[in-house]
């Protein structure tokens, strides 16, 4: 096991080119080589909209940007967005790359900024081709310590290096003033902190949305059941799926869709009761704030992607599953399977309904009994316990993956 001394070691080049949620994940790995390597630089190559949630928080001291537009553009523009990305890259002079993107794109760049360390996954995600190469020079498992979540894929360059895990989950702190303007913007809205759902109805996929309306029905349930107000989230280009949502209920909800930067997201999730919403980057988003977190699945296997870190329920319907899409459905891709859309109301809100119970029961402890006498909560870490469904064996039934047990 190759061990790097900490002395030789000043910056760290991460290639993470993908969404929020794979940002939240990685930034378990940052910060375990912070700890581990005391005042390394960390730069993340990702979009430009991600700089000021990377640096703000800590989890990288800078950011590299590129353009996913360009690289999807033609030859010649992908061309000079490459070009101008390693020649940026390689003013740094790194002493390491980690590739957890493990795209034929990351591979070029990590020869091409050619640092003497170069971390990479073996074997690669999808064969290589005849004509590419894996540029790495420390090879790593393609999830590590022996774990499945996709969590432990991005912590994986930890056992390649022979660094301690120490940081097994994504925790990230929103920032103090970003909490006071998430404060401010719930007490506009006549809404108490911990008094509300946070409900995220879009995803980067179209396969990856529960139906509106099926939002909407278990927002009227959930909220006639506990008297919590609902809070709408999501980027300013899912502001469609929020407004069949609103357009359903027949309960007043308040609508932030497109309205909060990442920070103040990440503020606002912490103050939340719970987080409900499709497998998306909100809900990774939710669990390191520290929110209880219901998510919804379709062809994308809990397994690996689950929330983890706190008390969540994943829901995803019966696998093989019968075709409810139409023409949208691949059924191969989790992206654009629509899989989810099996997912009736009943056992969403009774998910719901359990782990607001479940989490009450603890928070109550905490509050109102001696530290003697707090039922222990194991440390939070990515496990899952499959419980049987209350709804049958048959291809309607559905599973609940529980990230989190309590002593």
Same mark, same amino acid.
């Given at each position: 096991?190759?061990?790097?001394?900490?002395?030789?070691?000043?910056?760290?080049?991460?290639?993470?080119?993908?969404?929020?949620?794979?940002?939240?994940?990685?930034?378990?790995?940052?910060?375990?080589?912070?700890?581990?390597?005391?005042?390394?630089?960390?730069?993340?190559?990702?979009?430009?909209?991600?700089?000021?949630?990377?640096?703000?928080?800590?989890?990288?001291?800078?950011?590299?940007?590129?353009?996913?537009?360009?690289?999807?553009?033609?030859?010649?523009?992908?061309?000079?967005?490459?070009?101008?990305?390693?020649?940026?890259?390689? =003013?740094?002079?790194?002493?390491?790359?980690?590739?957890?993107?493990?795209?034929?794109?990351?591979?070029?760049?990590?020869?091409?900024?050619?640092?003497?360390?170069?971390?990479?996954?073996?074997?690669?995600?999808?064969?290589?081709?005849?004509?590419?190469?894996?540029?790495?020079?420390?090879?790593?498992?393609?999830?590590?310590?022996?774990?499945?979540?996709?969590?432990?894929?991005?912590?994986?360059?930890?056992?390649?290096?022979?660094?301690?895990?120490?940081?097994?989950?994504?925790?990230?702190?929103?920032?103090?003033?970003?909490?006071?303007?998430?404060?401010?913007?719930?007490?506009?809205?006549?809404?108490?902190?911990?008094?509300?759902?946070?409900?995220?109805?879009?995803?980067?996929?179209?396969?990856?949305?529960?139906?509106?309306?099926?939002?909407?029905?278990?927002?009227?349930?959930?909220?006639?059941?506990?008297?919590?107000?609902?809070?709408?989230?999501?980027?300013?280009?899912?502001?469609?799926?929020?407004?069949?949502?609103?357009?359903?209920?027949?309960?007043?909800?308040?609508?932030?869709?497109?309205?909060?930067?990442?920070?103040?997201?990440?503020?606002?999730?912490?103050?939340?009761?719970?987080?409900?919403?499709?497998?998306?980057?909100?809900?990774?988003?939710?669990?390191?704030?520290?929110?209880?977190?219901?998510?919804?699945?379709?062809?994308?296997?809990?397994?690996?992607?689950?929330?983890?870190?706190?008390? !969540?329920?994943?829901?995803?319907?019966?696998?093989?599953?019968?075709?409810?899409?139409?023409?949208?459905? =691949?059924?191969?891709?989790?992206?654009?399977?629509?899989?989810?859309?099996?997912?009736?109301?009943?056992?969403?809100?009774?998910?719901?309904?359990?782990?607001?119970?479940?989490?009450?029961?603890?928070?109550?402890?905490?509050?109102?009994?001696?530290?003697? !006498?707090?039922?222990?909560?194991?440390?939070?870490?990515?496990?899952?316990?499959?419980?049987? !469904? =209350?709804?049958?064996?048959?291809?309607? =039934?559905?599973?609940?993956?529980?990230?989190?047990?309590?002593?």
């Amino acid at each position: 096991m190759l061990q790097i001394s900490p002395t030789t070691y000043r910056s760290i080049l991460m290639l993470q080119t993908k969404f929020i949620g794979d940002i939240v994940l990685a930034s378990a790995l940052a910060k375990n080589l912070q700890l581990e390597y005391p005042g390394v630089r960390i730069v993340f190559l990702c979009e430009a909209h991600f700089a000021g949630f990377l640096t703000a928080h800590g989890i990288a001291s800078e950011v590299v940007p590129f353009s996913r537009a360009r690289m999807r553009g033609s030859p010649l523009e992908r061309g000079r967005e490459l070009f101008r990305m390693v020649r940026t890259l390689r =003013r740094h002079r790194f002493d390491m790359t980690i590739d957890i993107t493990d795209s034929k794109t990351s591979r070029i760049v990590s020869g091409l900024v050619n640092a003497p360390l170069r971390v990479g996954y073996f074997p690669s995600e999808r064969r290589l081709r005849w004509y590419e190469r894996q540029p790495a020079n420390v090879r790593m498992k393609p999830y590590g310590f022996g774990e499945k979540h996709h969590l432990y894929r991005y912590l994986s360059p930890l056992e390649a290096l022979g660094v301690d895990l120490r940081v097994s989950v994504p925790a990230i702190r929103p920032l103090a003033f970003e909490t006071a303007r998430a404060l401010a913007l719930l007490a506009r809205h006549h809404i108490q902190p911990n008094g509300f759902v946070a409900v995220h109805a879009g995803a980067s996929f179209v396969g990856r949305r529960w139906q509106p309306e099926r939002f909407a029905e278990a927002i009227d349930r959930i909220v006639g059941e506990t008297g919590l107000r609902v809070v709408l989230v999501g980027g300013p280009d899912e502001n469609e799926a929020t407004d069949a949502v609103i357009a359903a209920a027949k309960t007043p909800v308040v609508n932030l869709t497109g309205a909060l930067r990442l920070e103040t997201l990440l503020a606002l999730l912490k103050e939340a009761r719970l987080f409900l919403g499709n497998e998306s980057g909100p809900m990774h988003m939710a669990a390191a704030a520290g929110a209880p977190v219901v998510g919804l699945f379709g062809l994308t296997n809990p397994i690996r992607w689950a929330p983890v870190g706190v008390p !969540s329920a994943s829901l995803r319907p019966s696998m093989p599953c019968d075709c409810v899409g139409g023409d949208l459905c =691949r059924r191969t891709d989790p992206s654009k399977a629509c899989c989810v859309r099996r997912l009736e109301v009943d056992p969403v809100v009774d998910a719901v309904l359990e782990l607001l119970a479940r989490s009450e029961m603890v928070l109550d402890a905490a509050v109102w009994h001696s530290p003697d !006498s707090v039922p222990a909560c194991r440390p939070p870490r990515p496990l899952w316990r499959r419980a049987k !469904s =209350r709804y049958g064996s048959g291809p309607d =039934r559905h599973v609940y993956e529980i990230a989190c047990t309590y002593a």
